[in-house]
């Protein structure tokens, strides 16, 4: 199985950044995408940001131009890299990851664990 390790989270100021990292590990697979998603309490997990291997990139309106996704294809890892941070954007952070371990296998999402990120003066 595809494990993803997240980091990166923490308390900010408004106005601050933050950028968050996910590693996926594990035995030999391919990735076709990396993304990262958010959540707070009583909410349904919102999309933030996704990346597929192709090079496409995909933003929520509410973080364009503040957030930029991007990927370490060797190193099997996305980052979110969050500028001009919001009250609004404190929440739950969880990185996924579409992945399949061998051509036979049906592509699948893996979740991470999610790292908090508040943003709070």
């Known amino acids: 199985q595809v494990q993803l390790v997240e980091s990166g989270g923490g308390l900010v100021q408004p106005g601050g950044s933050l950028r968050l990292s996910c590693a996926a590990s594990?035995?030999?697979?391919?990735?076709?995408?990396m993304g990262w998603y958010r959540q707070v309490p009583g909410k349904e997990r919102e999309l933030v940001a996704t990346?597929?291997?192709?090079?496409?990139?995909n933003y929520a309106d509410s973080v364009k131009g503040r957030f930029t996704i991007s990927r370490d294809t060797a190193k099997k890892t996305v980052y979110l890299q969050m500028n001009s941070l919001k009250r609004e954007d404190t929440a739950v952070y969880y990185c996924n990851v579409e992945a399949r371990p061998t051509v036979l296998s049906n592509w699948r999402g893996y979740w991470g664990q999610g790292t908090q990120v508040t943003v709070s003066s």
């Open positions: 990346s597929s291997t192709s090079g496409n990139t």
């Open positions: 594990g035995s030999s697979f391919n990735i076709r995408a």
